[in-house]
């Protein structure tokens, strides 16, 4: 329902003091509570103290402003875009998704119509979660790798840009150090905790998982 | 502390999935909502999903 800002009384950022003052000037009691758009337009606010039934009544119609609602101008446009990305979603097309779904994070208001793109995005995003699976089971499973990285390549293309692609990129640099590691274990001298060392390289990221042992043999 | 109270209230209200939620810089809400700092920081999170600004302005008690 709502992000939380945190904001120290004594050390106030002029941006937030100018809401105070334009929206509450005769405010004084603390805590001063406000309640804007992810955009930053004032909603509604209060200072001093409120019992937990009267805040969630001041959050229940905040939730209900009609500054949240996306204008006319903004649905007409994600009409389009959503038309676009359910016939792209259809034919299995995520890149043309992820870019519809790209153009309506550029605009602001709730609809219909973003609520549609949301859910064609995470359809798309379900797409890449189990290429991203896939890849992990074939490295686990000890497969060969080509197909793997052909679908990192991919999801790279869906997500071009975005930290998704990214995500993808690290795959792609993991696959040819396993490859390395699997030729270093046949070798009788291999470094010991050469594929933990390996693994570290990519701490922080899901691809560490590429190089939990291996379950079967090589195929 | 009032605040605190204030905020915990707040749980029931917060339908949001929170990966790794900030605390609140003053005090423990249990978890109510996911706390920024900055205001451009908190646009960025709720723009991502539609989601309100809370703006909390007070001190440690």
């Not at chain 1, 990519?202 to 291996?214: I, M, S």
């Amino acid at each position: 329902m709502a992000v939380g800002l945190a904001v120290d009384c004594d050390n106030s950022p002029d941006e937030i003091t100018e809401i105070w003052l334009t929206n509450m000037p005769d405010a004084s009691r603390l805590p001063f509570v406000a309640v804007l758009t992810s955009n930053g337009k004032w909603i509604d606010g209060y200072s001093g103290f409120k019992q937990a039934a009267e805040l969630q009544t001041f959050l229940e119609a905040a939730a209900k402003s009609p500054l949240l609602n996306a204008s006319a101008e903004v649905r007409a446009k994600l009409a389009k875009q959503w038309k676009l990305a359910k016939a792209a979603a259809d034919k299995g097309k995520w890149k043309k998704v992820v870019a519809a779904y790209r153009v309506a994070q550029a605009s602001y208001g709730r609809c219909e119509e973003r609520d549609g793109l949301r859910a064609l995005k995470a359809k798309a995003d379900a797409w890449m979660e189990a290429k991203f699976a896939a890849v992990t089971k074939a490295a686990v499973n000890g497969e060969k790798l080509v197909e793997a990285k052909k679908m990192l390549l991919e999801v790279r293309k869906v997500y071009a840009g975005g930290p998704e692609a990214e995500v993808a990129t690290i795959g792609m640099k993991a696959i040819p150090r396993l490859n390395f590691l699997r030729k270093a274990e046949k070798r009788a001298n291999v470094k010991a905790n050469l594929r933990e060392k390996i693994a570290a390289e990519f701490k922080g990221t899901r691809w560490t998982a590429l190089f939990d042992k291996p379950t079967t043999a090589k195929k | 502390m009032r605040t605190s109270l204030l905020l915990v209230s707040m749980i029931s209200l917060a339908a949001v999935a929170v990966a790794a939620p900030q605390k609140h810089p003053h005090f423990d809400d249990g978890g109510a909502l996911q706390w920024q700092t900055k205001l451009s920081s908190a646009k960025a999170e709720a723009g991502k999903a539609d989601k309100l600004i809370f703006i909390e302005y007070g001190r440690a008690a």
